[in-house]
Structure formats: structure tokens, C-alpha cells
């Protein structure tokens, strides 16, 4: 091989390493937008899909200016608020009625208005309310209507409120300017506490009767991962005044015993009436409880690669791939939800999303045994986190900003909140190796699509996919990660759950997540159908009809033989549903 062969060869490979470069560095821009698609795929881009899109960061702003303007009374910053000012605690789109969107869709009907629905929370007013109104038309506002009796069937009182951070904030100054004071040799011997090294976890709900609003809190070294680290302390805030000077600790337990007060838990430490559990100091970042690597990995990971780019497109909030078509948009409440899923062009959901994760505990300590999170109250979009490629995501994903407004008058992005990727599944679709007769192999390489938001609500990490295959089936998946909830381990806990560290008990809890699924298969009407088993009974023939038996001298005809049997039949039925 002579010099300029040599040099031909090396100049191809700097060419081919060049272009890989360019393809990854280019995956970080905007979602990319497939140049040749179908015919009848290209016409379904004609913005249609809009109709479910999320509210821009310049809808947002309007629609606060509109309500500063119209409402007729102050609204403060919700990150300042106090329980007793008016505030907006989110604004989301309002998704338009089904059957004026299939109307649209479908080319029967005009694109319906653009509106926005606005919770706010009015404390400085002489009856305190939560009210919902719709905003619109967008982009510039020009009417508002209460929804919230619709809705809800009457006013919603103002002690129901999902609580804002800025209330945790205000409940963390609270204990420490107030309540920890009232027991100084306590929190300086015991918790060695020097105003800033524990945190607080809040359990839920906020009572066991309507119109309470008291809280548990549980007390944690504050390290990276205080989640497992509890100290054996928790706290019950009463926050239902208005007034937060008014705000007062109902009942303080301490390794095992309930106390009035924290002053009373102070005069039982200082008679020496306390067993006291010294928890062991944990360093800066956690111990067991560090998200840092131990060791480096021996080898890099794989990397999927796309030889001749994707095989799907994203444009706007409208996705294209293979015979699948649909909408995507994050709901400030519940997260990650798709509409118009279409296979092949037909329609076979309107809508699926996610709409609840709740988390039910068990424990020996006051607030592990009475949470039940309803993490939707929280926030599951509002809580959406960016995605770090590679990790939580292949590198080669499309990554999509998401926007939101939530307790704020100003719209926050979510950077790379969400992303969309083909992920080869590592097993064919299907293959046969004939060495029978004729000596052929014939196989399919197979893949799907997956649409990927993470929400972190507090300890928890929910990974949630829409995964669409090659065969026209859909899969909706959630994955926990992140750290356990755990209670300070002490008496008979490990009933309870199980031992993490030398104080941490895992609490023993179960999941729910609830989805909502407007499946649209043949007919946009929805329906149930019920399936049930009746039993009826019939004649099993254990022989064939005229046949003999063998075996027996002299055995007569088949009948002979038979049995009576009970047989399940699948018995169906159809039952409208209500549709709103």
C-alpha cells in the first residue's frame, strides 16, 4: 500500500469521526423536524395538534397580566405570600371539550378557543377561597369565568389548599424561631442542633377531619440524602390560622413517647426522664446515603447510534413515528399526557395520561403511620426535573423544554424536562432459522418509541414512559427511584419495615398510580365492556361418538362413558358510560 492510499484512507476516517461529532453535538439543539414524511402523514401537519399544546412562556405572562388587571384585588408574589393574601398558584391550559376537539380534528368543525385555567388562592377576603377560572381567548384575554361550582359542586374552602413552598418555608422559621427555643438543652445536646443542620419532611394529609390543617414533620439530619437520616424527632404544626403568628405545636414525639409541647419535652430531658438515642453524626454527604459513585465504572458504557439519523420526528408538540402519530403535553398537577394516538392514521386513543401517584405508608411513628401522599397535590409536572443525557435518557434522545407557572407570576422553563428516543430492544420481533429442508434465516430487528418525563417529588424519582412498538401496541410504564421514606428506628419497627442503618427503618408502603386511558378503537363514544363468567352445564364425551371403548369386554357406546360437566362461558356485556 503506497503513501497516498495510506493518506486517502486516514483522511476518510478524520471525515467519518468528524461527522459523528457533528451528529452528537447536534442532538443538543431543539427537537429536530424530518424533512420527508409520508403523504398522509404530512397531512396531519398542518398545526392541528397545537389544539392540546401547552401554554407558551408569552400566553403565561398574559394571562397574569390579565388577571392583575381584571380581578379586582391585590395578588402578591406566591413565593411571598403569606396565608393571609390573595395569590395565583398556577396557571395551565385548558384543554377544550372531546367533542369540539374530534369536531376540529376531524375537519367538521372550527379550531376551538384557546383558553387557560387559573388557580388562585384568595386569604384576604372576608369568606377564603380557592377559585378556579378559565382565561381567555388566547393570546390576548378578554374574559374570565368561575368554573369552580362546575367543577366542584360548590366553593372549596380555603384549609384544603395544596400546600405552597413558600408555607414550608414560613412552618421551617416557624419551628426554628419558636418552638425549637422552647427546649434549648434538648436541641443542643441531644439534637447538637445549630440552626441549620436539620431538615424537615412533611407527611400528609393535614388532619383526620374536615377544616384541620396540622401537620407532621419529621426531623432528618440535614446531609445529602437526609431522607435516611431521621434523628427520632417529629413535630405537630398547627397552621390553620391565617395569622402565622397564631401558628402552634400540638403534640411532639420523641424516640417512642408523645409530648404536649416542646417545653414539655424539655422538662422531661432535663429530669432525666428522656431515653435519649444519640444518633450518630453523618458527614456532609451522607455516608451510605451518597449518590456518589463508589468506584469508577471499569469501562464506558454503551451508546446506542443512529446511522442515518431518526427514524421519528418532532415538531411542535406533535410526534411521527413509523404508523404512530400523537400530541404530547405536562399538565402542571399530573404530569406527562398524550392525546390524538393514532396508528396507521386511525385514531385509537384520545387521550392517555397520567393522572395520580399515591403512596400509602406503615409505621410505629406518628407521621409514617398516618401519610398517604397524594403526589398529585404536589405536583407531578410542577416537580418535572431536567433529564441528564446519557443517564436519564440515551444521548442521541430529542430533549424538549417544557414551561409551566406555578406559584410565581413569572413563567419558569424546565430545561430538557422530556425527551424522545427509538430504542432498539436488544431481541428480534421475529426470526426462524430453518435447517429443514431448505437452509434460510429471516428476522426483524425490533425497536419502539419512548417518550420519557422524571418528576421528583420529594424522596421519590418517578420515571414515567409512553412506549410505542412496531406491532401496534402501546405500553404505559412508571419506574420508582430515588431514596425510601423512613422513620427513626425504635421499639417493635421492624414490624414495620426493614433496617437501613444503624436508627433507619424502611417503612414498609405501597404504591398506586392511577392513568386515565379515552380509548377511541373503533367509535369516539366511550364504553364498557364487561366481562364475566356464567356457568351452565354440559355433556363431556370422554370417547369419540361410535367408537367402542377398548380395553373392556363387552363395553357399550360412548354414552356410556360421558359425564356431566360445569362449563365457564365468557358472557358479555355493554354498558354506556357517562362522557363529559
Not at 377544550?96 to 375537519?107: I, M, N, Q, Y
Not at 453524626?281 to 459513585?293: I, Q, T, V
Amino acid at each position: 500500500m503506497n503513501l497516498k492510499t495510506v493518506l486517502i484512507l486516514l483522511g476518510l476516517a478524520l471525515a467519518t469521526i468528524f461527522a459523528l461529532i457533528c451528529v452528537l453535538l447536534t442532538r443538543e439543539r431543539t427537537p429536530r423536524t424530518c424533512q420527508h414524511l409520508p403523504p398522509e402523514q404530512e397531512e396531519m401537519e398542518d398545526g392541528q395538534s397545537l389544539v392540546f399544546a401547552d401554554l407558551s412562556p408569552e400566553e403565561l405572562s398574559q394571562v397574569v397580566r390579565y388577571l392583575q388587571g381584571h380581578l379586582g384585588v391585590p395578588l402578591v408574589e406566591a413565593s411571598r405570600a403569606k396565608p393571609s393574601d390573595n395569590c395565583i398558584a398556577s396557571v395551565d391550559v385548558q384543554v377544550p371539550g372531546k367533542a369540539e376537539v374530534l369536531r376540529f380534528l376531524d375537519g367538521a368543525g372550527a379550531r376551538p378557543r384557546r383558553e387557560a385555567l387559573a388557580v388562585l388562592y384568595f386569604g384576604n377576603q372576608p369568606d377564603p377561597n380557592i377559585t378556579e377560572y378559565v382565561v381567555g381567548p388566547l393570546p390576548t384575554p378578554a374574559y374570565h369565568r368561575d368554573v369552580t361550582v362546575q367543577k366542584y359542586g360548590g366553593k372549596v374552602p380555603y384549609h384544603r389548599r395544596p400546600t405552597l413552598a413558600v408555607e414550608y418555608k414560613q412552618i421551617g422559621e416557624f419551628l426554628k424561631s419558636q418552638a425549637f427555643p422552647s427546649a434549648p438543652a434538648f436541641m443542643q445536646q441531644v439534637m447538637e442542633y445549630d440552626g441549620a443542620n436539620l431538615a424537615m419532611v412533611t407527611a400528609a394529609p393535614r388532619g383526620f377531619q374536615s377544616g384541620d390543617r396540622v401537620t407532621w414533620f419529621v426531623l432528618f439530619q440535614n446531609v445529602s440524602g437526609f431522607f435516611v437520616h431521621p434523628v427520632g424527632l417529629e413535630v405537630l404544626v398547627d397552621h390553620s390560622s391565617l395569622d402565622i403568628s397564631q401558628w402552634a405545636v400540638s403534640r411532639v414525639f420523641y424516640n417512642g413517647q408523645y409530648y404536649r409541647d416542646m417545653a414539655q419535652l424539655e422538662s422531661a430531658y432535663v429530669q432525666g426522664r428522656i431515653s435519649v438515642e444519640k444518633v450518630r453524626k453523618a458527614p456532609w454527604d451522607g455516608d451510605f446515603s451518597s449518590m456518589k459513585p463508589r468506584a469508577a465504572p471499569a469501562a464506558l458504557f454503551p451508546v446506542q447510534f443512529e446511522p442515518q439519523g431518526p427514524r421519528y420526528s418532532v415538531r411542535n408538540n406533535h410526534v411521527l413515528f413509523q404508523g404512530w402519530s400523537f400530541a404530547f403535553g405536562m399538565s402542571v398537577s399530573a404530569g406527562l399526557r398524550l392525546f390524538d394516538i393514532r396508528h396507521r392514521g386511525e385514531r385509537v386513543a384520545y387521550e392517555i395520561s397520567v393522572q395520580e401517584a399515591l403512596s400509602v405508608y406503615g409505621s410505629n411513628c406518628p407521621a409514617g403511620m398516618s401519610t398517604r401522599y397524594m403526589d398529585g397535590s404536589f405536583g407531578l409536572g410542577r416537580y418535572t426535573s431536567p433529564l441528564v443525557r446519557g443517564v436519564d435518557c440515551p444521548y442521541s434522545a430529542t430533549y424538549v423544554d417544557t414551561h409551566s407557572l406555578s406559584a410565581s407570576l413569572r413563567p419558569q422553563r424546565r430545561k430538557a424536562s422530556l425527551c424522545i428516543f427509538e430504542q432498539n430492544l436488544g431481541s428480534p420481533l421475529r426470526r426462524h432459522y430453518s435447517n429443514l429442508q431448505s437452509l434460510y434465516y429471516g428476522g426483524l430487528v425490533n425497536s419502539a418509541l419512548v417518550i420519557r418525563s422524571i418528576a421528583t417529588v420529594g424522596n421519590y424519582d418517578y420515571v414515567w414512559d409512553f412506549i410505542f412498538y412496531q406491532n401496534g401496541a402501546m405500553e404505559g410504564k412508571v419506574q420508582a427511584t430515588g431514596y425510601p421514606s423512613s422513620s427513626f428506628l425504635h421499639g417493635d419497627g421492624l414490624r414495620y419495615g426493614n433496617r437501613l442503618w444503624e436508627h433507619t427503618l424502611g417503612t414498609i408502603h405501597t404504591h398506586f398510580v392511577n392513568y386515565k386511558v379515552d380509548l377511541d378503537v373503533g367509535e369516539p363514544e366511550p364504553c364498557l365492556l364487561q366481562s364475566a363468567l356464567e356457568w351452565s352445564c354440559v355433556n363431556l364425551r370422554l370417547v369419540p361418538c361410535g367408537e367402542r371403548c377398548s380395553g373392556q369386554e363387552g363395553s357399550g357406546p360412548c354414552r356410556s362413558w360421558s359425564s356431566s360437566h360445569r362449563s365457564p362461558t365468557l358472557q358479555r356485556r355493554r354498558a354506556q358510560l357517562c362522557h363529559s
